[in-house]
């Protein structure tokens, strides 16, 4: 079977017809299997869900106990048969849960990889290559300007402004599912050891990746704290949070913002951000193209992202690459108020 | 080099004037020397060596990436220098190296000065495949010359100060005396040496600045004490001429904060020959009429002095103050003694490009008041123009730095004032990132038979605390629709926000839809009483503008 055969962009999301299923479908299907939990990715309504056990917990805090009729949990390394093809799930890296998927038909094998990063993260199981015949790859910093760097001298730069503007309140600008925790868990590698103050919206998130085991150290509602008593703090917040009123909380804040396109000045400014952090969830070029050849893959399907770099990178390295229609990633936050200020795809 | 880049990344996204000192004196306080001398000279614009050519950057990651990719990244990041900075591959020979630690700010400043045209490119992709993304990002800033991170030599000098407790004005006083990379400065504000002399034959003196006068104010000031004079809507300056050890006659003009900003003004420098120190106007006379600040600004911040700009914008001291004549210093003398001796020097210096300030005549108050409700008929004549109001000067005031009460007093026009209808609103920066801050306001027009508001200035002060609480909920409550950062406000002529603005001046413009600009607008208050149908019209400001002569370069913004 050719593999556009095996999977085949539709406008529910990738469908599989011999497998009778949808990964990471956008519309409600009957069977859905899913990568990660963050939401332009894991969306309510469906059928049947795959997906690990953590990205259903997820789905289940996100959207409450019936986001679908039935679920089913697998783990990294399972492989499980499904009409003509097996599908097994391994580490993409991402945030906690995240897969790839691995699905094979005969003797083809496609890795399709959500979104991913080869970077170190203390909070999730670290990427897993996988040898394929064709590798789908997500393209969000797909622009060889996009070089991430170490996360931890971003932090480091955090904590020496925390110093020399102690009268001042930190807000770090994060994307709540995976962003956030992981900064978190940076600040204490750095050695940080005060307690971290959270907006409403990330206590769910955290708490959840607390009760996994991820030591995150003294967590608190910034919720009824007194002005006078965040003075020198660091809190975190959705990114959206950081431009609004609820700032006016904090004294004199300094608006931080953890994300890969804090690399492009006219990005951070667009944002009215003081202290952009280049601290990405997804993987930067040196990581996509490095990536893309170490799974061996003769044909790379690029989706979601600044695509057409990433297939003229390939073309140049001999490989076949096409940009494949996939629409409705990338807009995790998008729908709050204010978000489209710091750009496409917040959660990045 | 990587500490110094730190330094520019944090500053260039800093907007508050306190926080940026605070970052550069931690600076000044972290690096030692002479890293942090040739910085204070990077920020203060004391280096001088040869700039690299744009091109010339283009061609090191042309020979390295491949194009496409980069013609993609440039669009996407649109400034060369950074994607450069952020696309310049790791170089993998180094690798094998043992990774040569990044270069100093000092070695980069120090082979900048020597180094031949020829040898730049490959010295500077050294340098690019040792310095991370930031380290090349401000290399490629310095050696571009296009700094551009919001920081005035001022500001650089206050930061240094601070490190001593010291007030930046000490540092201003001896600035002209001392060299990159400022060991002897350094040392002095850290308490570890003398401080350095100012040997300078033509040194700047600190300057004396007056007050504005309230209503309240003439009951208790007698009108015999005083003289007046016109106030110039021009640059204050500080003509100093000295002669130097071998017998040399040095020339010098100082900006009211004691930058020296000679270079931008040459043509004036024969007119100094005599020494002494004038404290005057600095004005662009054409045909012997004095030109609006409009004009004068067509020669303000420009790189290169052109001999067309000199000629279409012929520069002129207009003279209000001697501080000093040959060895002698007179601010110690009363300022009506100083006058007589103002009087004598200009008419020896017999230059028609420096000038006296005519001082007006007045029995009272009420004669001044008339007077600088009509400078035209009270004396100033075509010079009217360029006046601003009038100053009062005590006859028995010394000359005294910074700001003495009752001795100097401003007393300015008043501000035209129009009601205008809040169009759009931006969120601010900092500290008022939470608040739309920034307002577009309009004004009604006819527009193809039917009433439009047309939009003729933006502001964003004027306003108190509780008035900008009141607004940015008016906004938040009233928006129509959003465009990233700005909020389209309602505006219609029963339904809207009416401000009254204050501005000091109007030019037209071609860049404005309207056709005008106004010079320093501000919120004066809010008419949450009037119906935005009631707000002013585009005539009311055309007429103000009969007068004007076009200016089409950019540079409508305040000073």
């Keep these: 079977m050719r593999p556009q055969d095996i999977l085949t962009p539709q406008p529910a999301g990738l469908c599989c017809k011999p497998g009778g299923f949808h990964i990471d479908p956008v519309k409600p299907v009957e069977r859905a299997v899913i990568t990660h939990g963050h939401s332009d990715h894991a969306?309510?309504?469906?059928?049947?869900?795959?997906?690990?056990?953590?990205?259903?917990?997820?789905?289940?805090?996100?959207?409450?106990?019936?986001?679908?009729?039935?679920?089913?949990?697998?783990?990294?390394?399972?492989?499980?048969?499904?009409g003509e093809v097996t599908v097994k799930f391994h580490p993409a890296g991402h945030v906690l849960g995240s897969a790839q998927i691995a699905v094979t038909c005969g003797d083809t094998r496609i890795v399709a990889s959500g979104d991913y990063k080869d970077a170190p993260d203390p909070t999730c199981t670290p990427l897993e290559v996988v040898a394929c015949d064709v590798f789908i790859t997500e393209a969000t910093f797909g622009l060889p300007v996009f070089r991430h760097g170490d996360a931890a001298d971003q932090v480091k730069k955090l904590l020496s402004s925390v110093k020399l503007f102690p009268e001042r309140a930190h807000l770090v600008g994060a994307y709540s599912l995976g962003k956030a925790q992981r900064v978190i868990a940076l600040l204490r590698a750095a050695g940080y050891d005060a307690p971290i103050y959270l907006h409403g919206a990330m206590e769910k998130i955290t708490l959840y990746y607390q009760s996994r085991g991820i030591e995150l150290g003294e967590l608190r509602p910034v919720r009824g704290v007194k002005k006078v008593d965040l003075a020198g703090t660091i809190t975190?917040?959705?990114?959206?949070?950081?431009?609004?009123?609820?700032?006016?909380?904090?004294?004199?804040?300094?608006?931080?913002?953890?994300?890969?396109?804090?690399?492009?000045?006219?990005?951070?400014?667009?944002?009215?951000?003081?202290?952009?952090?280049?601290?990405?969830?997804?993987?930067?070029?040196?990581?996509?193209?490095?990536?893309?050849?170490?799974?061996?893959?003769?044909?790379?399907?690029?989706?979601?992202?600044?695509?057409?770099?990433?297939?003229?990178?390939?073309?140049?390295?001999?490989?076949?690459?096409?940009?494949?229609?996939?629409?409705?990633?990338?807009?995790?936050?998008?729908?709050?108020?204010?978000?489209?200020?710091?750009?496409?795809g917040s959660e990045a | 080099m990587n500490r110094f880049a730190e330094l520019l990344d944090r500053l260039s996204y800093e907007p508050g004037r306190n926080n940026k000192l605070r970052l550069i004196t931690n600076y000044f306080r972290e690096t030692g020397d002479p890293d942090r001398g040739y910085a204070l000279a990077a920020l203060t614009g004391a280096l001088s060596f040869k700039h690299a050519k744009p091109g010339l950057i283009r061609d090191l990651i042309a020979e390295r990436t491949d194009p496409t990719l980069f013609a993609l990244s440039y669009d996407y990041v649109g400034d060369l220098s950074e994607t450069v900075a952020l696309m310049w591959p790791k170089n993998s020979e180094r690798h094998l190296h043992n990774n040569p630690p990044p270069p100093t700010l000092t070695e980069v400043v120090a082979k900048l000065r020597t180094l031949g045209?020829?040898?730049?490119?490959?010295?500077?992709?050294?340098?690019?495949?040792?310095?991370?993304?930031?380290?090349?990002?401000?290399?490629?800033?310095?050696?571009?010359?296009?700094?551009?991170?919001?920081?005035?030599?001022?500001?650089?000098?206050?930061?240094?100060?601070?490190?001593?407790?010291?007030?930046?004005?000490?540092?201003?006083?001896?600035?002209?005396?001392?060299?990159?990379?400022?060991?002897?400065?350094?040392?002095?504000?850290?308490?570890?040496?003398?401080?350095?002399?100012?040997?300078?034959?033509?040194?700047?003196?600190?300057?004396?600045?007056?007050?504005?006068?309230?209503?309240?104010?003439?009951?208790?000031?007698?009108?015999?004490?005083?003289?007046?004079?016109?106030?110039?809507?021009?640059?204050?300056?500080?003509?100093?001429?000295?002669?130097?050890?071998?017998?040399?006659?040095?020339?010098?003009?100082?900006?009211?904060?004691?930058?020296?900003?000679?270079?931008?003004?040459?043509?004036?420098?024969?007119?100094?020959?005599?020494?002494?120190?004038?404290?005057?106007?600095?004005?662009?006379?054409?045909?012997?009429?004095?030109?609006?600040?409009n004009v004068l600004q067509q020669r303000l911040n420009r790189k290169v002095v052109s001999p067309k700009l000199i000629k279409d914008y012929p520069i002129h001291l207009r003279a209000y103050d001697l501080l000093g004549e040959g060895e002698s210093d007179l601010r110690t003398l009363p300022f009506a003694e100083r006058r007589a001796r103002l009087e004598a020097f200009v008419a020896r210096l017999g230059e028609s490009r420096v000038d006296l300030s005519p001082t007006i005549a007045f029995e009272n108050w009420e004669a001044l008041a008339a007077a600088r409700h009509d400078p035209y008929a009270a004396g100033a004549g075509d010079d009217s123009e360029?006046?601003?109001?009038?100053?009062?000067?005590?006859?028995?005031?010394?000359?005294?730095?910074?700001?003495?009460?009752?001795?100097?007093?401003?007393?300015?026009?008043?501000?035209?004032?129009?009601?205008?209808?809040?169009?759009?609103?931006?969120?601010?920066?900092?500290?008022?990132?939470?608040?739309?801050?920034?307002?577009?306001?309009?004004?009604?027009?006819?527009?193809?038979?039917?009433?439009?508001?047309?939009?003729?200035?933006?502001?964003?002060?004027?306003?108190?605390?509780?008035?900008?609480?009141?607004?940015?909920?008016?906004?938040?409550?009233?928006?129509?629709?959003?465009?990233?950062?700005?909020?389209?406000?309602?505006?219609?002529?029963?339904?809207?926000?009416?401000?009254?603005?204050?501005?000091?001046?109007?030019?037209?413009?071609?860049?404005?839809?309207?056709?005008?600009?106004?010079?320093?607008?501000?919120?004066?208050?809010?008419?949450?009483?009037?119906?935005?149908?009631?707000?002013?019209?585009?005539?009311?400001?055309?007429?103000?503008?009969?007068?004007?002569?076009?200016v089409e370069a950019p540079g409508s913004g305040s000073h």
């Design chain 1, 236 to 344: 975190l917040a959705p990114p959206s949070a950081t431009s609004d009123v609820w700032t006016r909380r904090f004294p004199d804040p300094l608006t931080a913002f953890a994300s890969g396109w804090m690399r492009v000045r006219a990005r951070a400014r667009q944002g009215g951000i003081e202290l952009p952090l280049v601290i990405s969830d997804h993987a930067d070029w040196d990581g996509l193209t490095a990536t893309i050849a170490a799974t061996g893959a003769g044909e790379i399907w690029v989706t979601h992202g600044q695509e057409d770099a990433l297939v003229r990178w390939c073309t140049t390295k001999g490989l076949s690459a096409r940009p494949l229609d996939l629409v409705g990633y990338g807009d995790e936050d998008g729908g709050e108020d204010e978000a489209t200020a710091l750009g496409e």
């Design chain 2, 386 to 550: 360029a006046v601003e109001g009038v100053m009062l000067k005590r006859r028995d005031a010394l000359y005294l730095p910074g700001r003495p009460r009752g001795q100097w007093w401003k007393w300015k026009r008043d501000p035209h004032v129009i009601d205008a209808v809040l169009m759009y609103a931006q969120r601010g920066h900092g500290k008022r990132s939470s608040y739309y801050s920034d307002y577009t306001f309009g004004v009604w027009t006819d527009a193809e038979g039917s009433e439009q508001l047309v939009p003729v200035g933006k502001a964003y002060f004027g306003f108190t605390d509780e008035e900008l609480l009141q607004i940015d909920r008016f906004v938040r409550r009233n928006t129509t629709e959003k465009f990233g950062p700005v909020r389209h406000v309602v505006h219609a002529p029963d339904q809207g926000l009416v401000m009254e603005v204050a501005f000091e001046g109007l030019q037209r413009s071609t860049r404005h839809k309207s056709g005008v600009a106004m010079r320093f607008p501000r919120i004066n208050r809010l008419r949450w009483d009037k119906p935005p149908r009631e707000a002013d019209r585009l005539e009311t400001l055309e007429r103000l503008l009969k007068d004007t002569a076009p």
């Design chain 1, 43 to 82: 969306r309510p309504g469906h059928g049947a869900v795959l997906a690990t056990q953590e990205t259903l917990d997820m789905m289940r805090l996100r959207y409450g106990e019936n986001f679908a009729r039935t679920t089913q949990a697998i783990a990294y390394g399972e492989e499980l048969r499904l």
């Design chain 2, 117 to 293: 045209k020829a040898e730049m490119p490959k010295q500077l992709s050294r340098w690019l495949d040792d310095l991370d993304e930031t380290g090349r990002w401000a290399l490629l800033k310095l050696v571009t010359g296009a700094m551009r991170i919001g920081i005035s030599a001022r500001l650089a000098k206050t930061a240094a100060a601070a490190l001593g407790d010291k007030d930046a004005h000490d540092v201003e006083l001896i600035w002209p005396g001392l060299t990159a990379p400022y060991l002897d400065l350094f040392a002095w504000l850290e308490g570890r040496g003398e401080k350095p002399v100012n040997l300078d034959p033509a040194p700047f003196r600190p300057v004396m600045l007056a007050h504005a006068i309230e209503d309240a104010d003439f009951a208790n000031l007698d009108a015999a004490d005083y003289i007046a004079e016109w106030k110039w809507d021009g640059i204050r300056v500080q003509a100093v001429s000295g002669r130097d050890a071998r017998g040399n006659m040095l020339a010098r003009l100082y900006s009211r904060s004691g930058e020296d900003i000679t270079a931008s003004f040459p043509d004036l420098l024969p007119s100094l020959h005599l020494s002494g120190a004038i404290d005057g106007e600095l004005l662009v006379v054409r045909d012997g009429r004095v030109q609006s600040f």
